[in-house]
């Protein structure tokens, strides 16, 4: 499933609580844990 959370302040947050803060997406998570942070070394800062 994907979140838009530039447009979707509940994202955002769930976000920022999935990776203790760290802005920068994608963050891929499987069972509710973080298993990536960016793809393949790169991300973009929101």
Same mark, same amino acid.
């Given at each position: 499933? +994907?979140?838009d &959370? +530039? #447009?979707d302040p #509940? #994202?955002?947050e769930r976000l920022l609580q999935l990776t203790g803060g760290v802005r920068t997406v994608p963050v891929? &998570? %499987?069972d509710g844990r973080v &298993? %990536? &942070?960016g793809w393949q070394g790169r991300g973009c800062t929101i």
């Open positions: 499933m +994907e979140y &959370v +530039e #447009a #509940a #994202a955002r891929l &998570v %499987e &298993v %990536e &942070v």
